[in-house]
């Protein structure tokens, strides 16, 4: 599996702008990167996904660096609702996802 | 984005029964289901691949007589915890992988067991 590299965790204030960063320097040409967050309690909730491109969605926006070997996930506004554990994943075709320890975001009100 | 549910999301059972744990995909085929469990404050640990109308394939350390996975069509599948004992208790968790660019992976909601 291509791994993945992400900070333990991160704080921002609420209704700024929070950049998450995922370093994976082993990418392969045909991996999709992806991102989920959980909340407490629940199932990882998908969050964006891109191949080459930036990527915006109603939820986030991935930056995607042009030598793919590092991407950042970013939330224009944080809210307290966006605090949770946030991973990076790679992923081809029928592979498996295998979860790292994530970045932990907390939210300063 | 695609749904996935699980049933139940709370369970207690007592130690030495068998409980049984499903994963819907709502609006899409899946032909490929992922059953993950979680100890507090740790990552999600992949138990098992389950793959329709195939036998699941199960990660190192993992007992597949103990958790018997069923993957009878292309929405659901099926988690068995059988003769459960206290240390079983975890967060389970299943996911489906849809068919869309990226294959993207859904998750469930998933199902707090306690044994006991």
């Known amino acids: 599996d291509a791994k993945t590299t992400q900070p333990n965790s991160m704080e921002s204030n609420e209704e700024e702008p929070v950049h998450l960063p995922c370093n994976h320097s082993t990418i392969s040409g045909t991996d999709y990167i992806h991102w989920y967050r959980q909340l407490p309690s629940q199932g990882p909730e998908y969050v964006i996904h891109g191949l080459t491109s930036n990527v915006n969605n109603r939820m986030a926006s991935l930056a995607i660096a042009e030598d793919r070997k590092s991407s950042t996930l970013i939330l224009h506004r944080a809210t307290l609702r966006d605090a949770a554990v946030y991973y990076c994943i790679l992923n081809f075709g029928n592979e498996k996802l295998t979860f790292g320890t994530g970045t932990r975001l907390t939210i300063i009100p | 984005g695609a749904v996935v549910s699980q049933h139940p999301s709370r369970v207690i059972c007592k130690s030495g029964t068998s409980v049984k744990i499903e994963c819907r995909s709502l609006?899409?085929?899946?032909?490929?289901m992922f059953w993950y469990r979680q100890f507090p404050k740790q990552s999600l640990m992949l138990m098992a691949t389950?793959?329709?109308?195939?036998?699941?394939?199960?990660e190192q350390g993992v007992e597949k007589d103990k958790f018997l996975i069923n993957h009878a069509s292309l929405t659901l599948s099926t988690l068995t915890v059988t003769s459960a004992h206290p240390e079983d208790s975890s967060f389970y968790i299943c996911?489906?992988?849809?068919?869309?660019?990226?294959?993207?992976?859904?998750f469930g909601e998933g199902s707090w067991l306690t044994v006991v």
């Open positions: 996911s489906a992988r849809s068919r869309e660019p990226g294959n993207t992976i859904y």
């Open positions: 389950s793959n329709e109308g195939s036998k699941a394939t199960y």
């Open positions: 609006d899409f085929q899946a032909t490929t």
